[in-house]
C-alpha cells in the first residue's frame, strides 16, 4: 500500500475519532433517559410487584411489613365487591373506543384528506379536544350533563342527573371519551392516508374499483402498522382510563375502573398498600399481554 493511502486512512481516522466533550454529550443523552425510564417506570413497577406480597401500612418501617403471599390477588378475586364490575367497566370502555370511537375517526381522516372545502378547519376542530386534559374534557362535559343546568337537560326539559345516576354515568363517561379519542384516531389515519402512494388509487380506479373497495382492498391494507399502533392506543387508553372518571365521581356509583380501586385503596382513606399493589399488578399483566402481542406483531414485520 502506498504512502499516500496510508495518510488518507490515517486522515479519515482521525476525523471520525470523537472528541472527549462529544463522548460526554452521547454518554449524557444515553444516561439521563436511561435514569428516567428505570426511577419512573421500572423501579415502581418492580415495587408494585414486591408490595402486593406484603401487608404494609405505608407510615412503619418496611421491615414491619407482614408477608401475606397470594392472599391480596385471592381477596381480589374472590371477595372484593369493586373487582369484576371494574373489569367489566373496563371492557365496555375499550368496546366503545374499539367499535365506536376508532371507526369514527378513521371516517373523518378519510373524509378530510379528500381535501375538500374548510378540511383545515374541520381538522383543527377535531383535534382541539386532544391537547385537552381528560380532567378538563370531564369538566367541559359536565356544562353538558349537568342534572340543572346542563344543555341536554336544559332543551330537553329532562331532569337526569347523567353524572350521578349510575345509569347512565357510565355511559356518560363513555360520550365524553370517544369525544377526545376520536380525534386522537383521526390524526393517526391522516398522517398514514398521507403517505400512501397516490398510484395505489390510480391503478385501482384504472381496474374499476370504487372509492369504497378501494380504500377496503387498496389503502386500508396498506395502513397496517397504523392499524396496529391504533389497537395497541385503544386498548392503553381504556386501562389507563382515570382522570375523566375520579372527576365526575371517583370511581363510584357504577362507574368502578381498574384505575380507579388502585388509586382509592393505595392513597385514599383505606390506605391499604398492599391490596392496591394487587391490583394494579394485575392491571399490569394485563397490559403487558397486549404489549407482548404488539411487540411480537412489529417483530415478526421486521423479520
Known amino acids: 500500500m502506498s504512502t499516500s493511502s496510508l495518510s488518507k486512512r490515517r486522515a479519515s481516522r482521525a476525523g471520525t475519532r470523537l472528541s ?3 463522548r460526554t454529550t452521547i454518554a449524557l443523552m444515553v444516561l439521563i433517559p436511561t ?3 428505570v426511577g419512573l417506570v421500572w423501579l415502581p413497577a418492580i415495587a408494585t410487584v414486591v408490595l402486593s406480597f406484603f401487608d404494609w401500612d405505608g407510615l412503619s418501617p418496611f421491615s414491619e411489613a407482614a408477608p401475606v403471599g397470594g392472599q391480596f390477588y385471592d381477596e381480589a378475586v374472590n371477595t372484593y365487591p369493586a373487582f369484576w364490575p371494574a373489569i367489566q367497566h373496563n371492557l365496555i370502555w375499550l368496546a366503545v373506543l374499539f367499535f365506536v370511537a376508532t371507526p369514527l375517526g378513521m371516517f373523518i381522516a378519510v373524509l378530510i384528506d379528500r381535501e375538500s372545502r374548510g378540511t383545515k378547519f374541520y381538522q383543527s376542530s377535531f383535534y382541539l379536544p386532544v391537547v385537552l386534559s381528560m380532567a378538563l374534557v370531564g369538566f367541559i362535559w359536565q356544562l353538558m350533563f349537568s ?5 341536554i ?3 330537553t326539559g329532562w331532569t337526569i342527573d347523567w353524572y350521578g345516576d ?3 354515568n357510565l355511559w356518560a363517561a363513555l360520550i365524553a371519551t370517544t369525544w377526545r379519542h376520536t380525534g386522537y384516531i383521526m390524526l393517526l389515519y391522516l398522517a398514514g392516508l398521507k403517505g400512501v402512494d397516490p398510484s395505489l388509487r390510480e391503478a385501482a380506479k384504472v381496474d374499476g374499483a370504487g372509492e369504497r373497495q378501494t380504500f377496503f382492498k387498496v389503502v386500508f391494507p396498506v395502513l397496517a ?7 395497541v392506543v385503544t386498548v392503553m387508553e381504556s386501562l389507563r382510563a382515570f382522570d375523566l372518571v375520579w372527576v365526575i365521581n371517583k370511581g363510584r356509583n357504577g362507574l368502578e375502573l381498574i384505575s380507579t380501586e388502585v388509586t382509592r385503596n393505595i392513597v385514599g382513606e383505606a390506605q391499604r398498600i398492599g391490596f392496591g399493589s394487587a391490583l394494579a399488578t394485575i392491571m399490569l399483566v394485563i397490559s403487558s399481554l397486549f404489549i407482548a ?3 411480537r406483531i412489529v417483530m415478526k414485520e421486521e423479520t
Do not use: E, K, M
Open 293 to 295: 402481542v404488539y411487540l
Open 147 to 151: 342534572r340543572d343546568q346542563g344543555f
Open 35 to 37: 435514569v428516567v425510564v
Open 225 to 231: 402498522p397504523i392499524n396496529i399502533i391504533v389497537l
Open 153 to 155: 337537560n336544559a332543551v
Open 166 to 168: 349510575s345509569s347512565y
Open 20 to 22: 472527549g466533550r462529544d
